[in-house]
C-alpha cells in the first residue's frame, strides 16, 4: 500500500515523509541505551512537529482529546479496519511487544496507551472499530471522526493516505504512510516503533524488537 502513487497532497509531505523513512531505519537499530532512555535522553524525533490536539471519537461513540491522555506514553499506529494485510500484521507485531514489556514490567507498561487512528473515517464507524481494536489488545483504544476531523489529524501527525480503486464504492483500498508513532507523556514525539527489525534463530523479530524499545523509553 505504502508503494502506491502519492496525490498532491502526498507530494507536498514528501520531505518529511522520507524523512522519517530515515527515522524509521535508525529507530530499528539499538537505538540509546536502557541507562539513557530512563535518563530522559532526547529520542530521534526530538522537537519535530509531531501531534496535536484533536477532537475524535473513540470505539464506544465517546469524544477523545489528544489532552485526554496526558500523563501516559502513546504508542500510535494511524491504519483502517478494512485493511487486508499490512495494518493488521503491523498491529499483532506491536501488540506482541507491548504484552511482553507487560509481562517484564507491568508498572512501567500500565504508563502505556496504545491508540488506533482510522484513515477511512466513512467505513470505520465506532461499531467496525470497536470488536477490531478488542481483538488485539483490551486497553488498544480505536479512534475515528469526521472526514474533516481526521484530515486535520492526520496533518497534525504527518500522515498522508489516500483511496485507490473505486473511491466512490465500498471496496477500495488506502494507500497510507506507515507511522508507528511513540509520545512522551507530555505529548511530545519521542521515535518511530520498531515493527520491520527483522528476526532470527535467536529471537522473535518485531515484538521482542518492540518490548526493547519500550524499556528503553519508558521511564
Not at 506514553?73 to 511482553?100: E, H, M, N, S, W
Not at 500522515?159 to 466512490?168: F, I, L, Q, T
Amino acid at each position: 500500500m505504502a508503494g502506491a502513487a502519492m496525490n498532491k497532497a502526498s507530494k507536498a509531505l514528501l520531505p518529511i515523509i522520507l524523512g522519517l523513512s530515515a527515522i524509521t531505519l535508525s529507530a530499528c537499530g539499538p537505538g540509546p541505551s536502557t541507562d539513557n532512555g530512563a535518563q530522559g535522553g532526547a529520542g530521534p524525533l526530538a522537537g519535530a512537529r509531531i501531534g496535536g490536539e484533536f477532537t475524535l471519537t473513540d470505539q464506544d461513540g465517546k469524544p477523545a482529546h489528544w489532552s485526554d491522555y496526558k500523563g501516559k506514553y502513546r504508542l500510535v499506529y494511524f491504519g483502517y479496519t478494512y485493511c487486508p494485510d499490512v495494518c493488521p500484521v503491523d498491529l499483532q507485531k506491536i501488540i506482541a511487544g507491548l504484552r511482553k514489556f507487560e509481562k517484564q514490567d507491568p508498572r512501567r507498561a500500565a504508563k502505556v496507551q496504545p491508540i488506533f487512528i482510522s484513515v477511512d473515517p466513512e467505513r470505520d464507524t465506532p461499531a467496525v472499530v470497536k470488536p477490531w481494536v478488542a481483538a488485539f489488545h483490551p486497553r488498544l483504544i480505536g479512534l475515528t471522526g469526521s472526514p474533516d476531523a481526521i484530515e486535520k489529524v492526520k496533518k497534525d501527525f504527518a500522515v498522508v493516505s489516500s483511496k485507490e480503486g473505486d473511491a466512490k464504492g465500498k471496496d477500495y483500498l488506502v494507500s497510507h504512510t506507515r507511522t508507528p508513532y511513540f509520545f512522551g507523556p507530555d505529548g511530545d514525539p519521542i521515535a518511530l516503533v520498531p515493527v520491520d527489525e527483522p528476526g532470527s534463530d535467536q529471537d522473535e523479530g518485531s515484538p521482542q524488537a518492540v518490548a526493547h524499545f519500550l524499556d528503553q523509553w519508558v521511564k
